[in-house]
């Protein structure tokens, strides 16, 4: 009997697609550790940030695309630099996500 090694197998699943990308990718701490300084832990930004929107701003919300934030945060705009380095495009694409979830 030949023992088959768990992890190639795990690992081919999680390439193949098997694994949600939202699983392996958390907004909510993404947004603690990268955007909350600025930003605030509600999505009101700081005094720090002036000039920032208020991410937790209904109609800020309705005025923008989750591809609209994915492309602000990987590029960074006014005086916010871009994560693009930082994060890949599915971490950012979780970060939107977890932006458009703030209320006020």
């Keep these: 009997m030949t023992k088959r090694p768990f992890v190639p197998i795990l690992l081919s699943v999680a390439l193949a697609g098997g694994v949600p990308a939202a699983a392996a990718t958390d907004g909510k701490g993404l947004y603690e550790s990268k955007c909350a300084m600025c930003h605030g832990m509600d999505g009101v930004s700081k005094s720090m940030a002036t000039g920032s929107k208020n991410l937790n701003d209904p109609a800020w919300?309705?005025?923008?695309?989750?591809?609209?934030?994915?492309?602000?945060?990987?590029?960074g705009k006014g005086r916010m630099k871009g994560l693009?380095?930082?994060?890949?495009?599915?971490?950012?694409?979780?970060?939107?996500?977890?932006?458009?979830?703030?209320a006020k």
């Design 61 to 75: 919300k309705q005025s923008v695309t989750s591809d609209l934030i994915v492309r602000i945060i990987h590029d």
């Design 84 to 102: 693009g380095d930082a994060l890949s495009r599915e971490q950012s694409a979780a970060l939107a996500a977890y932006v458009l979830t703030l």
